[in-house]
T-cell receptor
Framework: EAQVTQNPRYLITVTGKKLTVTCSQN?????MSWYRQDPGLGLRQIYY???????DKGDVPEGYKVSRKEKRNFPLILESPSPNQTSLYFC???????????FGQGTRLTVV | SQELEQSPQSLIVQEGKNLTINCTSS?????LYWYKQKYGEGLIFLMM?????EEKSHEKITAKLDEKKQQSSLHITASQPSHAGIYLC???????????FGSGTQLTVLP
């Protein structure tokens, strides 16, 4: 089944403890992105990647890192999480530019 | 940067009624995407519009992109409780990035 898989689905952590949210797609898509969704602010892009080893900042990259060492994986790294990073996170992938994006089920992160 | 404004922010309708959600862009759109989201869950792709004046339909949902490619509407005919959720429009502004999204419209359909 074609899908984008995020893990974990739910995560509660403490301020400053490094964490990684994984994202994997099985559709051989070139493009991948991370978004965060907050009430009243909608979906905002954090980082995106156009292909292996090619990544760039979105609208809200501060406090996040990403890597794209393989085409299928695009992990989101929070080196030192803070409470303002409490949010619902989505990974998305698309075959190429101007094609539909497929979204993962989301990761609900709480930083206390 | 691309800005998308959706209206209304929320909508409550009686089952069987028709409704329209609008999405307006600050820039010309290279593509406009409509998604539906159940609360707290992932986004489900509905339709993609790319040409000015384009109109697409799927079951009881119709989406249109205006000729100037700066505004889109999503119309639901004879709404059902299964249509309830958050509707999001996403825009391709022509840059290398993936989509920019509007803030969403929360739709409630009362049985």
């Amino acid at each position: 089944e074609a899908q984008v898989t995020q893990n974990p689905r739910y995560l509660i952590t403490v301020t400053g403890k490094k964490l990684t949210v994984t994202c994997s797609q099985n559709m051989n898509h070139e493009y991948m992105s991370w978004y965060r969704q907050d009430p009243g602010l909608g979906l905002r892009q954090i980082y995106y990647s156009m292909n292996v080893e090619v990544t760039d900042k979105g609208d809200v990259p501060e406090g996040y890192k990403v890597s794209r060492k393989e085409k299928r994986n695009f992990p989101l790294i929070l080196e030192s999480p803070s409470p303002n990073q409490t949010s619902l996170y989505f990974c998305a992938s698309s075959l190429r530019r101007r094609t539909e994006a497929f979204f993962g089920q989301g990761t609900r992160l709480t930083v206390v | 940067s691309q800005e998308l404004e959706q209206s209304p922010q929320s909508l409550i309708v009686q089952e069987g009624k028709n409704l329209t959600i609008n999405c307006t862009s600050s820039k010309t759109l290279y593509g406009l995407y409509w998604y539906k989201q159940k609360y707290g869950e992932g986004l489900i792709f509905l339709m993609m519009l790319q040409k000015g004046g384009e109109e697409k339909s799927h079951e009881k949902i119709t989406a249109k992109l205006d000729e100037k490619k700066q505004q889109s509407s999503l119309h639901i005919t004879a709404s059902q409780p299964s249509h309830a959720g958050i509707y999001l429009c996403g825009a391709d502004s022509g840059s290398a990035r993936q989509l920019t999204f509007g803030s969403g419209t929360q739709l409630t359909v009362l049985p």
